[in-house]
């Protein structure tokens, strides 16, 4: 099965330990603005998505009961439809509204073209 999003083993580590104090957790790929464009994650619902966001991933995370779901907008989407990406985390300082910002770390994108058959797969 192909996906559009992935984690790392760190981010993986990192979203158990968010999950552990906030609860449900949420992603949405941020477009721009102040952070650039980093994936910023939310306690589920924090973030209010709507007709003009798509539904990527619902990551299922080892260790955590619920999937964690992974959101874009649909204008950014139409730009990087054609990406696979795969959520990490390295140490700064990140935005100040993701969760992870009080730990000293943040999460970032790895990105990569989706291949031929990859696309075929997902019905692009």
Same mark, same amino acid.
């Given at each position: 099965m192909v996906s559009r999003v992935e984690v790392t083993p760190a981010a993986a580590d990192l979203i158990r330990s968010l999950h552990g104090t906030h609860g449900p957790l949420m992603f949405h790929q941020s477009g721009g603005c102040c952070?650039? !464009?980093a994936p910023m994650c939310f306690p589920d619902g924090e973030f209010r998505t709507g007709s !003009?966001?798509?539904l990527l991933e619902?990551?299922?995370?080892?260790g955590v009961a619920e999937p964690v779901t992974f959101w874009m907008s649909? !204008?950014?989407f139409a730009l990087w439809r054609h990406t696979h990406l795969t959520v990490d985390v390295v140490p700064g300082r990140g935005s100040g509204f993701s969760l992870e910002a009080p730990e000293g770390v943040r999460f970032l994108i790895r990105s990569r073209l989706l291949t031929e058959d990859e696309l075929a797969e997902l019905g692009d």
């Open positions: 952070d650039g !464009s !003009s966001d798509v619902e990551l299922d995370i080892d649909s !204008s950014q």
